[in-house]
């Protein structure tokens, strides 16, 4: 069964940087494209970044600059460096993969491969 695995969220101030991790078990992301999507309660989910097989990166517009995607392909893991951590930032990231072009929402959790989730908690 094909589980992808997010980790690496945790509180942190504002300013603060985390990294988050995802790694899949019975799934090889080196022909994947892969995407980083968060929601917070009462926010729309969205895609935050993503990697095509290629190796294309792409960031929504809040995060550019702060934000970046990139891939291991040795370790089959997908990272998520965030920098300069907002308040705004809170959610819960989730990690996705698929073959096919990735939605822009969380429509892709029917899609695909979704992990279970990991928080991001920012404090002002």
């Known amino acids: 069964e094909v589980q992808l695995m997010e980790s690496g969220g945790g509180s942190v101030q504002a300013g603060g940087s985390l990294r988050l991790s995802c790694t899949a078990s019975e799934f090889s992301f080196d022909d994947a494209n892969i995407g980083w999507y968060r929601q917070a309660p009462e926010t729309e989910c969205v895609l935050v970044s993503s990697?095509?097989?290629?190796?294309?990166?792409d960031y929504v517009d809040a995060v550019k600059g702060r934000f970046t995607i990139s891939q291991n392909n040795a370790k089959n893991t997908v990272y998520l460096e965030m920098n300069n951590l907002k308040p705004d930032d809170t959610a819960m990231y989730y990690c996705?993969?698929?073959?096919?072009?990735?939605?822009?929402?969380?429509?892709?959790?029917?899609?695909?491969?979704w992990g279970q989730g990991t928080q991001v908690t920012v404090s002002s």
């Open positions: 990697i095509t097989r290629d190796g294309t990166t």
């Open positions: 996705a993969a698929d073959y096919t072009p990735l939605f822009g929402n969380c429509m892709q959790r029917d899609f695909g491969h």
